[in-house]
Structure formats: C-alpha cells, structure tokens
C-alpha cells in the first residue's frame, strides 16, 4: 500500500516499513543509491535518562548537578537548557553533568538535556532558583520620594524587560527601576501615601519576581526631616504651548546641580531650569495637554520634594462641540467650534481630517469659540525617475507612472540623472494624449532640458492629464511618458475635528449645542441631504457629503473674450462668465463666484448655470486664475471641465488709452496708460522710450488693474520735434498689451512743450525768500508747477577746462560695472560667440533657472581696460560677460549743461560712442 506520492516517482514508502532518512531537494526526494541502507531505528538502550537536580552558589554563579543515567563522559557532548536558559556544561560522567547557569530572575525552570551522540534524554526534573535580598541602602530618603535605593541579593531579572512582569514596592507603592543585574537592582521610591504620612514612616521593601516575593530584613524609613517641599506655585494654571515661566517656592530644595531636575505631569516634560536656589525655583514651562499635572522636583541630596501640599497645574485646551457638521469635499464650509484654551487662536490649528484645515476668519476667535471656514489642503505627490529602463537602466523612468490625486492637490517631478552629459536631460510637459510626446501648448512645461531639476503643478479638476518629456538622450529617442488620474471621492467621508498648539492635541469632551455660523447680507442653501455623523463623548466629526458638494462641468466666456493659445479660457479683464454645472443654488447671493481671488459679481443663477462679471478693476492678468463656485454653507464645487486650462481663466491686459502724448524734451511729465487687465500676477510692469538700442526707461509710479503710470524720461533734443515709439511689457515674460483700436504706442517730444527758464529775481536769497522766475511754457496752473534750486556745481569764475580734461574727471568717476575681467579666452569660446554674435551663451544652473556665477575670485575691470580689442573676447563662466550685451544707460545731467553743449559742438557723435561702447 503506498502512503506518501514521492518526487517524480523516485520510490515510494510502504506501509509497516521502518523510518526513512529523507533528503528533498527544490522538493524532488533523493534516491538510496548504491544499495545505502537509509532506515532508522529507535533503540531504548541508548536513550539518556535524567533523575534529579542540585545547586550550589560559586563565585555569584549557579551550577547545577544534574544526574542520571545514559550519559557520556565528554562535557562538549552536552546541550542544556533551564527554562530557556543556556546551561554550560564543565564536568561529565556516565551518571551525572555539572553546568554552569546563566544568570536570569528566580523562578521554577523545566530542564531539558541532549547528548548530542545519542538524544535527548528522558525525565522531567524542576529546578528552582530562589530570590534572595540581601540588603538595601540607603535605608531612608524624602517623603516624596526620589530616592535611588540599591538592593542586593540573587534572581533579579538581567534585563528591564524582564521586569514587566515583576515588581519592587515600598511601603506597597511601585520603586521604579532604573538599573538592573542578576544581584543588584537600582530603583527609584515612590512618594509616601499620604493616608499613612507622619514625620517618620517606616515601610516595608519586598521584590517579587515570577511569582516568588521576597521582604527585606530591614524597613525603609521615610523621613520628613530631610524632604524637600514645595509650598506654592506661581502661576497655577499654564497653556498648552507652554513657554511660561513658573515659579516654586518651598524648603530644602538645596543648590544648584546638573542632577536636580524639575518635570511636569506623569510623562516627565522638562521645565527648563532658569535659576535654583534652596527656597525658589524658576523654570521655563514645556508644553503640556489638557488636564492636571502634578509638578515633580528631584534634589540631587534629598530625593523628590514633597509636593502633596499644592494643587496640580491646571491646563484647559479641549473642544466640546461645531456646527454645522456637514459640508462639500473641497471645502469652503463655514462653521463655529467650541472649546476652551483657544487663547488669541495664533498658535491654534484647527483640522478636519487630515486634508482640510478650517482657517479661522478676521476677528472670528475668542477663547472658547471660533469661527473658520473649511479649507482644502493641497497634499503634495511626487513623481521621480527612480524607474528602470530597459535598456539605459535607472533613471529613465517615471515612478509611479501613474498617481491618482485629488482635486487641488500639488504634484512635483524632481529628477536627477544618473550620468549628467552634454545632450542629456529632462524637461516635463502635459500633452494632449498618451499617444504623443509633443507638449500639447496649455499645460505645464519647465520647458529647458536640464540633469537635475523639478517641476511643481497643482490640478484643479478632474480628469485623466498625460505628460511626457523632451528626448531625454539626444538622438537616442528616449522619452519619459506618465499620468496623473484626478478623482474627487466617490462617497460621502466622516473625519474627526481636532485643534492642536504645537505638538498638544486639545482633549475632545463632546456636550453641549453650539449655534452655528450665520449669512452675512443674505442665507445658506439649503443642506438637508445631508445627514451629520452620530460621533462619540470623546470624538467629533464632520461628513464630506456628495451631495453637498456642487459641480462645474463647463465654462464659457459670455462677452470679453480674447484671441490666443496660452489657454482654451482667455478674455480681457471686463468679461462675463457663463458656468455650467449641478448642484449651484437659484439665490443670486448664496452664489459666491471668483477668479482667484477676485469676486466674480453673479447676475443670474439657477441650480445648473451661473453668469458673473468679472471685476476688472480688481483682476490681475497673465496668470491662469482658478474660476471657483462656493454654495453658501454646503462649500466649494469640483471642476470637472474638458481640460485643467478649461478652467482656469487667463486675462489679457488691453490699453485702451495713452496720455499725454507730447511733452518736454526734459521728461518729466506723467505717462498714464488707461486699460483693462493691466496688473500683472507678478506685479512687473516694463515702459521704454524709443527703439533699441537707444531706449530709455519710464519709471512706473503706479501700476492698478485700470491705469499704470510713469515718469517719461528726458531725450537727447534734435530740432523742434522728435517722435518716439513707447514699448510696453506686462509680467516677467514680456507680453505685449492689446492694443484698442485707434491708439498709438508713440510719443513726441517737442520744444513747444518744453519749458524755459530765462532770469529769477533776487539773485541772492536765503531761506523762507520768495522768488520770481522768468521764462515760458510755464502754463496758467500754478499747482502743476513744482520749482527745485540746485546749488551750482561750478564757479563762473574759474578758468576754462578743456573737455578732454573734463571728460578724464568724469570718467574716473564712474564705476562702469564690467564686472570680472575676462581671462584668456580658449578659441572654442570665441568661435560659438561668433555663430551668437547678438547675445552671450546663457549658463543655467541645474534646476534650469537662470543663476550667475559666483565671481569674488576673479579679477574686475576697471575704465583703463576697457579696449577695443575686448569686444571679441567672450568670458566663458560669466553670464553676459561681452561688453555689448549690457546696455547702459547714459545720465546727461552728470555732463551739466555747459559741457553737454561744448560736447555737441566738438563732438557731435561723442554720446552715440559711449552708448555703443557701454
């Protein structure tokens, strides 16, 4: 009869067979081969027996005797063990094993005993090792305990974790462990039990190990004498975020020591000392949770002061209640929460769930109730190019190629080359499909290919976004595809409302109704498809209701829109919105519509279609502005429109006009550009004069959403009238406005328009004198006039200089900041320059932002070496190093009028040089 299928048929065991020897290998059964004999038989007469057990104590070890029969004379051949613990065998013969135990805690062992030539041996035997205490010391110490006691004798437990179990108690009370050994332990007393207190108390000192307890011969003594005490506190309650200083008052606390300590409540949070002396303590408070908590001072001499005779601290940080309890998963749900220790509310954070945070609104806290509004919290994902390849290896690969994100999360790709090389490098963009590589023109880019680098983008809607890079090896064909799946929750989600100061959760004592928040100017929609979370005494929490949570399916620009294809939405800053959706509300103001952060006025609603103008004087431009719905109170909408750009409106800047148009030759008259859209994001508004590369700055004086305005510059006078072109730039990219029809970007400078001063009467005057100045062009009103006395620079007096003498005075003057002086320059250098001669090489650091170079150790330039011949030279670390990719401007009024003139006689082309070689 076969009993057991062997690997691959090999053979079979047969019933009533004797026991095989087996080998497997990787599962298949190895053959007896050549006629090997592999039975086993068990013979009775080789088995080892065990009869008894004795101890003795030798040198502070336990060695066991242990007797019986079947034993071999070679110690090595023994293996013993007692209760888990190793027994060294020394001595052996035919009838009995002498070993040495491994110290542990008392307790009864079973002993087992292999001989390791014929087995394990019969019999059970129990060995007992006793617990012992010797002595204690020292034999009395402070009522409030804090005293270190070392107790000798055998059996105490070799590890702290073998004291879980077992104790050591004065007077009843645990003596915390602090050190341990098999014949000493160190622990600390307990306070004296304030039922038994007297000025002298004598307490009984047992140890208990593994069931086995043992008393001390003598009494510990608690001595109120010797005790520390602590008479008052100051303050008595303290705050969570601690911080404070509290002051103890009291006797015997001696002088300062590394070893006194004072801790707060059970889990021993420091007080920083600040100063100690016998009778007053004072130390810096640590933070600390809602309740009471005992104050706890440890004398290096006295043990722990006596502190029965004050009231623990009091700290008061809990919440006991919020309404409403329901609201959108994006947010936007106003509500009111209750508690106590909320102070000023700058320290407190209050969380709903672990994705939202409710931010408290202007003037909306007190110390026990806040007001907040629910807020998404954007969770930042990674993507990185940890993935392998198949056939470059790691580094190539997105991982996860896929990540699945919620509406308004953050996702950032960092990445970093394992072989950074010419050619090689990542540069991440979204595309239109899977199914290409080619940036789709809307989405995110970080654009320059760079070995090192990041990129961060936040998704507002939902959808599926598929991205790719550049070719990340040249020519090899290389590209890194990926994408990111955003998904709002598909049901309803219950979390906890918690408030935290630093690291201390406020304790939640549910009780109690709280009203909740109210409409400002108008009524909340209605919320009743939702149903709130029953919560518990000790848990409050909020639902994210679906129901609750309104949709935006589509966006469309009413009136306003503008041409372009940075995104699918572009209008100018007076456009109308046309929303659709679900979930919206039919009262106009219980609508609340915005484009970032500017409020989009609503006109009509009803449950699926919301119009709003946008607020031009308020909108910033060239930015892609999130167009968000709040539903007052049930919170924000979701996007879910065809693509991210489909709902984020990006606003053109439109001029509508320009004035004034003329002016003095001088400058100085205000330049005011009335538009639309015409504050950028960044706030960077760029006005020039004139066509390269001759242009001068206006410099901005005020930049709004409707009108920006500058200072015109001065120009060089050449006859009667000269017109000039106005270039205009928004934003740090330099885009260009529209322009409305019928406007011009040009301005005029003309003599007409420049006045002229001829005489002013006195001649000499001092301060608080009123003068009279004579000229033209004054005009009729007096308060557009402004009139500034400069001292004269030069005596009317003094010899006549010539101007090259002059111009050498100026010149020493000037710091022209070349920058480092170019070193000798390899041909590689010069010949790229020469394929760019326009502009230098741009250096990008890794990150792909532009970043210069540091350049303290490099020589400088001065006016002498500024030659010619340095208008080939090209310095290879330096970012614009070549004299002519630096434009600089020249300031006449440095000249004075004088030498301006005798310039423009003598050399007519003298500034055109200078403008050239600067």
């Excluded at 001595?91 to 087995?119: K, M, Y």
């Excluded at 508690?339 to 672990?354: A, I, K, L, Q, R």
Aim: hydrophobic share 35%; glycine share 10%; aromatic share 8%.
């Amino acid at each position: 009869k076969i009993i057991q299928p062997g690997g691959d048929f090999f053979r079979q065991p047969a019933e009533g067979s004797d026991p095989q020897i087996t080998v497997w290998v990787n599962g298949f059964l190895c053959l007896c081969a050549g006629g090997a004999d592999c039975s086993f038989s068990y013979d009775s007469s080789l088995t080892p027996t065990i009869l008894g057990v004795t101890d003795t104590l030798v040198d502070g070890s336990i060695e066991l005797t242990i007797t019986g029969t079947g034993f071999t004379t070679d110690a090595s051949d023994f293996t013993i063990d007692v209760g888990g613990r190793n027994c060294e065998a020394t001595v052996a013969t035919s009838s009995s094993v002498t070993c040495t135990l491994e110290n542990g805690p008392a307790g009864d062992f079973d002993i087992t005993l292999w001989v390791q030539s014929r087995g394990q041996a019969s019999g059970s035997v129990t060995f007992t090792l006793s617990l012992t205490v010797d002595s204690f010391s020292p034999s009395s110490g402070s009522v409030g305990g804090g005293t270190t006691l070392t107790i000798l004798g055998t059996g105490f437990p070799n590890t702290m974790d073998e004291w879980e179990s077992n104790e050591v108690a004065v007077g009843g009370s645990s003596c915390t462990i602090t050190e341990t050994s098999y014949t000493e332990v160190k622990c600390v007393t307990p306070k004296e039990s304030t039922s038994r207190r007297r000025k002298r108390a004598l307490a009984d000192l047992t140890v208990t190990v593994n069931g086995q307890t043992v008393s001390a011969s003598g009494q510990y003594n608690y001595d109120a004498s010797s005790t520390p005490t602590i008479t008052t506190l100051d303050p008595i309650t303290a705050t969570p975020m601690g911080g404070d200083t509290l002051t103890i008052t009291g006797t015997t606390f001696g002088y300062e020591s590394p070893f006194n300590t004072v801790t707060i409540g059970e889990d021993g949070a420091v007080c920083l000392i600040i100063d100690w002396m016998p009778t007053e303590i004072t130390c810096t408070m640590p933070a600390l949770a809602n309740g009471q908590h005992t104050v706890y001072v440890q004398t290096k001499d006295n043990g722990m002061a006596d502190a029965s005779g004050v009231s623990p601290l009091l700290v008061d940080f809990t919440i006991t209640g919020a309404s409403p309890l329901v609201g959108s998963h994006q947010g936007g749900t106003k509500i009111k929460i209750a508690g106590t220790g909320f102070g000023d509310c700058s320290n407190v954070v209050f969380n709903v769930g672990s994705e939202h945070t409710c931010v408290v609104d202007e003037g909306g806290c007190t110390s026990t109730e806040v007001s907040c509004t629910v807020t998404k919290t954007a969770t930042m994902h990674r993507i990185q190019n940890t993935g392998r390849h198949f056939k470059f290896g790691p580094g190539y690969v997105w991982e996860p190629a896929t990540l699945i994100v919620r509406p308004g999360d953050e996702v950032r790709w960092s990445w970093n080359l394992p072989v950074p090389q010419e050619g090689t490098g990542i540069a991440v963009h979204s595309t239109s499909s899977a199914s290409t590589n080619e940036y789709d023109g809307m989405g995110f880019n970080s654009q320059t290919k760079s070995s090192k680098g990041n990129l961060l983008y936040q998704f507002m809607t939902e959808g599926t976004f598929t991205y790719n890079t550049q070719d990340v090896i040249e020519g090899e064909e290389v590209f890194m595809p990926g994408k990111v799946v955003v998904a709002a929750p598909s049901e309803d989600e219950i979390v906890a409302i918690e408030a935290f100061i630093g690291d201390i959760t406020a304790e939640t004592i549910v009780g109690g109704s709280v009203s909740g928040p109210t409409a400002d100017g108008c009524s909340f929609a209605d919320s009743s498809c939702a149903t709130s979370a029953p919560g518990t005494a000790s848990s409050l929490e909020f639902t994210f209701a679906n129901c609750l949570t309104a949709e935006i399916t589509d966006i469309q620009i009413s009136s306003g829109a503008a041409n372009g294809n940075v995104s699918s939405l572009m209008s100018f800053a007076d456009s109308e919105l046309t929303i659709s959706g679900t979930g919206f509300s039919t009262e106009l103001c219980e609508n609340i519509v915005k484009v970032g952060e500017t409020l989009c006025a609503v006109s009509s609603a009803t449950a699926d279609t919301i119009v709003c103008a946008v607020d031009a004087a308020e909108i910033t431009s060239l930015g892609a502005l999130p167009v968000t719905v709040n539903v007052q109170n049930n919170g924000d909408a979701v996007q879910k429109v065809a693509d991210d750009s489909a709902g984020k409106l990006y606003v053109v800047p439109k001029i509508d006009a320009i004035a004034p148009t003329t002016g003095s030759w001088a400058g100085g008259s205000i330049l005011t550009l009335t538009g639309s859209g015409l504050n950028p994001g960044d706030g960077i508004v760029t006005i020039n004069f004139g066509e390269l590369p001759y242009q001068t700055a206006c410099a901005i004086i005020e930049v709004t959403s409707s009108k920006v305005s500058c200072t015109v510059p001065e120009a060089q006078k050449v006859g009667d009238e000269k017109t000039v072109v106005i270039d205009i730039y928004f934003g740090g990219e330099m885009i260009r406005a529209e322009m409305a029809d019928g406007v011009t970007a040009e301005y005029t400078y003309s003599t007409a328009m420049t006045p002229t001063s001829t005489a002013t009467s006195p001649s000499e005057f001092s301060s608080s004198t009123s003068i009279d100045v004579s000229g033209s062009g004054f005009g009729e009103d007096s308060s557009a006039i402004s009139v500034f006395l400069r001292p004269s620079s030069v005596s009317g007096k003094r010899r006549r200089r010539s101007i090259a003498s002059r111009l050498e005075e100026i010149a020493g003057g000037v710091s022209y900041g070349y920058g480092p002086k170019p070193k000798v320059v390899h041909a590689f250098w010069k010949s790229i320059k020469k394929e760019r001669p326009s502009r230098s090489i741009e250096w990008r650091s890794a990150g792909s932002s532009k970043k210069k170079r540091s350049t303290e150790r490099l020589p400088h330039l001065t006016p002498e070496d500024h030659a010619d011949e340095f208008e080939e030279l090209f310095h290879p670390e330096i970012e614009h190093m070549h004299a002519r990719t630096v434009k600089r401007s020249i300031d006449i009024n440095s000249y004075g009028q004088e030498l301006f003139e005798a310039i423009m006689e003598s050399e007519p082309d003298y500034f055109h040089r200078r403008r050239r070689s600067a």
